[in-house]
Protein backbone atom coordinates (compact mmCIF):
# COMPACT_ATOMS: atom_id res chain seq x y z
CA UNK A 1 0.00 0.00 0.00
CA UNK A 2 1.42 2.97 -1.04
CA UNK A 3 2.15 6.19 1.16
CA UNK A 4 0.85 9.30 0.19
CA UNK A 5 2.55 10.84 -2.76
CA UNK A 6 3.34 14.60 -3.88
CA UNK A 7 5.05 15.72 -6.67
CA UNK A 8 7.11 17.54 -8.06
CA UNK A 9 9.19 17.56 -4.75
CA UNK A 10 10.96 20.47 -5.87
CA UNK A 11 9.36 23.55 -7.52
CA UNK A 12 11.33 26.63 -8.66
CA UNK A 13 8.81 29.57 -9.94
CA UNK A 14 9.54 33.17 -10.90
CA UNK A 15 7.11 35.56 -8.68
CA UNK A 16 3.76 35.97 -10.40
CA UNK A 17 3.81 32.47 -11.76
CA UNK A 18 1.60 29.88 -11.10
CA UNK A 19 2.28 26.98 -8.52
CA UNK A 20 0.22 23.64 -8.92
CA UNK A 21 0.80 20.97 -6.19
CA UNK A 22 -0.35 17.73 -6.19
CA UNK A 23 -0.86 14.75 -3.44
CA UNK A 24 -2.62 11.36 -3.75
CA UNK A 25 -3.80 10.41 -0.80
CA UNK A 26 -3.13 6.57 0.20
CA UNK A 27 -6.01 4.11 -0.79
CA UNK A 28 -8.84 4.21 1.11
CA UNK A 29 -8.67 7.41 2.46
CA UNK A 30 -11.13 9.86 1.98
CA UNK A 31 -9.70 12.86 3.96
CA UNK A 32 -7.00 15.50 2.64
CA UNK A 33 -4.72 18.19 4.70
CA UNK A 34 -2.93 20.47 3.20
CA UNK A 35 -0.05 22.25 5.51
CA UNK A 36 2.64 24.76 4.53
CA UNK A 37 6.06 25.12 6.82
CA UNK A 38 7.54 28.07 6.50
CA UNK A 39 11.86 28.09 7.50
CA UNK A 40 11.80 27.50 11.30
CA UNK A 41 8.04 27.51 12.00
CA UNK A 42 5.96 24.49 12.86
CA UNK A 43 3.32 23.14 10.52
CA UNK A 44 0.46 25.16 9.90
CA UNK A 45 -2.61 24.31 8.73
CA UNK A 46 -4.04 25.48 5.37
CA UNK A 47 -7.38 23.32 4.00
CA UNK A 48 -8.85 20.20 4.83
CA UNK A 49 -11.04 18.11 2.12
CA UNK A 50 -12.87 15.42 1.38
CA UNK A 51 -13.95 14.11 -2.34
CA UNK A 52 -14.93 16.83 -3.95
CA UNK A 53 -15.58 18.94 -0.96
CA UNK A 54 -13.89 21.53 0.58
CA UNK A 55 -14.59 21.15 4.43
CA UNK A 56 -12.59 23.80 6.20
CA UNK A 57 -10.03 26.48 4.11
CA UNK A 58 -9.73 28.61 7.79
CA UNK A 59 -5.64 28.56 7.36
CA UNK A 60 -5.89 29.35 3.74
CA UNK A 61 -4.86 32.80 2.52
CA UNK A 62 -7.95 34.68 0.99
CA UNK A 63 -6.31 35.23 -2.24
CA UNK A 64 -4.28 33.95 -4.49
CA UNK A 65 -4.52 30.12 -2.74
CA UNK A 66 -7.27 27.76 -3.80
CA UNK A 67 -7.42 23.65 -3.63
CA UNK A 68 -9.48 21.13 -4.69
CA UNK A 69 -10.31 17.34 -4.61
CA UNK A 70 -11.66 16.07 -7.19
CA UNK A 71 -13.68 12.97 -7.61
CA UNK A 72 -11.12 11.63 -9.80
CA UNK A 73 -7.35 12.20 -9.47
CA UNK A 74 -5.14 14.00 -7.02
CA UNK A 75 -5.75 16.38 -4.53
CA UNK A 76 -3.94 19.99 -6.11
CA UNK A 77 -3.18 22.75 -4.04
CA UNK A 78 -3.03 26.18 -6.52
CA UNK A 79 -1.10 29.12 -6.02
CA UNK A 80 -1.57 31.66 -8.70
CA UNK A 81 0.81 34.92 -9.08
CA UNK A 82 3.58 33.40 -6.58
CA UNK A 83 5.64 36.58 -4.73
CA UNK A 84 9.07 34.95 -2.51
CA UNK A 85 6.89 34.34 0.88
CA UNK A 86 5.18 31.67 -0.44
CA UNK A 87 8.75 30.27 -0.46
CA UNK A 88 8.15 26.79 1.98
CA UNK A 89 7.56 23.30 2.18
CA UNK A 90 4.25 22.17 1.80
CA UNK A 91 3.06 19.14 2.92
CA UNK A 92 -0.34 16.51 2.47
CA UNK A 93 -1.60 14.28 4.94
CA UNK A 94 -4.61 11.75 4.52
CA UNK A 95 -6.53 10.04 6.89
CA UNK A 96 -9.41 7.75 6.52
CA UNK A 97 -11.49 9.72 8.98
CA UNK A 98 -11.37 12.01 11.88
CA UNK A 99 -10.08 11.49 15.31
CA UNK A 100 -7.72 9.55 13.34
CA UNK A 101 -3.40 10.00 12.68
CA UNK A 102 -2.52 11.97 9.63
CA UNK A 103 0.03 10.23 6.98
CA UNK A 104 2.01 12.29 5.78
CA UNK A 105 3.47 12.80 2.35
CA UNK A 106 6.98 13.90 1.54
CA UNK A 107 6.40 17.13 0.93
CA UNK A 108 6.52 20.06 -2.16
CA UNK A 109 9.45 22.30 -1.55
CA UNK A 110 8.71 25.62 -3.37
CA UNK A 111 10.77 28.25 -4.29
CA UNK A 112 9.87 31.34 -5.70
CA UNK A 113 12.70 33.52 -7.51
CA UNK B 1 -2.00 32.52 17.48
CA UNK B 2 -0.02 29.75 18.89
CA UNK B 3 -2.27 27.66 20.16
CA UNK B 4 0.20 24.88 21.05
CA UNK B 5 3.78 25.54 21.99
CA UNK B 6 6.99 24.24 22.35
CA UNK B 7 9.12 26.05 24.24
CA UNK B 8 12.62 24.05 24.06
CA UNK B 9 13.89 24.24 20.37
CA UNK B 10 16.28 21.79 21.50
CA UNK B 11 17.46 18.66 23.58
CA UNK B 12 20.49 17.27 23.80
CA UNK B 13 20.55 13.27 25.53
CA UNK B 14 22.79 10.31 25.84
CA UNK B 15 21.79 6.90 24.22
CA UNK B 16 20.09 4.70 26.59
CA UNK B 17 18.67 8.03 28.91
CA UNK B 18 15.35 9.43 28.69
CA UNK B 19 14.07 11.82 26.67
CA UNK B 20 11.27 14.59 27.89
CA UNK B 21 9.70 16.96 25.32
CA UNK B 22 7.40 18.83 26.34
CA UNK B 23 4.25 20.46 25.03
CA UNK B 24 1.90 23.54 26.19
CA UNK B 25 -1.62 24.47 24.49
CA UNK B 26 -4.01 27.15 25.29
CA UNK B 27 -7.34 25.95 24.31
CA UNK B 28 -9.16 23.73 26.92
CA UNK B 29 -11.20 22.02 24.50
CA UNK B 30 -8.45 20.26 22.36
CA UNK B 31 -9.81 16.72 23.02
CA UNK B 32 -7.12 14.54 21.16
CA UNK B 33 -3.37 14.96 20.87
CA UNK B 34 -0.43 13.21 18.59
CA UNK B 35 3.09 13.27 18.40
CA UNK B 36 4.90 12.95 15.13
CA UNK B 37 8.63 12.53 14.52
CA UNK B 38 10.40 14.40 11.42
CA UNK B 39 14.00 13.77 9.62
CA UNK B 40 15.40 16.50 7.23
CA UNK B 41 13.47 16.45 3.69
CA UNK B 42 10.91 13.78 4.64
CA UNK B 43 7.11 14.51 5.59
CA UNK B 44 6.32 13.57 9.55
CA UNK B 45 5.57 10.17 10.41
CA UNK B 46 3.12 9.58 13.27
CA UNK B 47 4.69 8.45 16.51
CA UNK B 48 1.85 8.09 19.26
CA UNK B 49 -1.29 9.76 20.20
CA UNK B 50 -3.62 10.29 23.15
CA UNK B 51 -7.27 11.17 23.76
CA UNK B 52 -8.33 13.60 26.10
CA UNK B 53 -10.23 11.12 28.29
CA UNK B 54 -6.36 9.26 29.15
CA UNK B 55 -3.87 10.54 30.82
CA UNK B 56 -1.07 8.02 29.67
CA UNK B 57 -0.63 5.93 26.58
CA UNK B 58 2.24 3.65 25.87
CA UNK B 59 3.72 1.82 22.87
CA UNK B 60 6.97 0.29 23.11
CA UNK B 61 9.65 2.88 24.30
CA UNK B 62 7.03 5.88 23.54
CA UNK B 63 5.05 7.13 26.25
CA UNK B 64 2.58 10.83 26.36
CA UNK B 65 1.45 11.44 29.32
CA UNK B 66 -1.43 14.55 29.26
CA UNK B 67 -1.90 16.65 32.09
CA UNK B 68 -5.96 18.50 31.52
CA UNK B 69 -5.77 20.92 34.31
CA UNK B 70 -1.78 22.25 33.04
CA UNK B 71 -2.98 22.05 29.76
CA UNK B 72 0.57 19.96 28.92
CA UNK B 73 1.43 17.23 27.28
CA UNK B 74 4.89 15.31 27.25
CA UNK B 75 6.57 12.25 25.12
CA UNK B 76 8.81 10.40 26.79
CA UNK B 77 11.34 8.17 25.35
CA UNK B 78 12.91 5.34 26.91
CA UNK B 79 15.62 4.24 26.02
CA UNK B 80 17.02 7.30 23.54
CA UNK B 81 18.42 5.61 21.15
CA UNK B 82 20.88 7.59 18.42
CA UNK B 83 18.06 7.09 15.60
CA UNK B 84 15.59 9.09 17.34
CA UNK B 85 17.71 11.90 16.76
CA UNK B 86 14.93 13.87 14.66
CA UNK B 87 12.98 17.35 15.44
CA UNK B 88 9.37 15.99 17.25
CA UNK B 89 6.35 18.04 16.92
CA UNK B 90 3.44 17.63 18.99
CA UNK B 91 -0.26 18.49 17.84
CA UNK B 92 -3.64 19.03 19.00
CA UNK B 93 -7.61 18.87 17.71
CA UNK B 94 -10.83 20.36 18.99
CA UNK B 95 -12.63 18.50 16.09
CA UNK B 96 -10.30 15.03 15.40
CA UNK B 97 -9.77 17.13 11.72
CA UNK B 98 -8.03 20.35 12.25
CA UNK B 99 -4.18 19.71 13.95
CA UNK B 100 -2.77 22.64 15.24
CA UNK B 101 0.98 21.55 15.63
CA UNK B 102 3.94 23.19 17.55
CA UNK B 103 7.47 24.05 16.19
CA UNK B 104 8.77 21.77 17.10
CA UNK B 105 11.70 20.00 19.34
CA UNK B 106 15.04 19.23 18.04
CA UNK B 107 15.97 15.87 19.70
CA UNK B 108 19.96 15.20 19.35
CA UNK B 109 20.87 11.44 21.14
CA UNK B 110 25.00 10.85 21.18
CA UNK B 111 26.20 7.93 21.38
Known amino acids: NAGVMQNPRHLVRRRGQEARLRCSPMKGHSHVYWYRQLPEEGLKFMVY????????ESGMPKERFSAEFPKEGPSILRIQQVVRGDSAAYFC???????????FGPGTRLTVL | DQQVKQNSPSLSVQEGRISILNCDYTNSMFDYFLWYKKYPAEGPTFLIS?????DKNEDGRFTVFLNKSAKHLSLHIVPSQPGDSAVYFC??????????FGTGTSLTVIP
Open chain 1, 49 to 56: LQKENIID
Open chain 1, 93 to 103: ASSPSTYNEQF
Open chain 2, 91 to 100: AASLTGNQFY
Open chain 2, 50 to 54: ISSIK
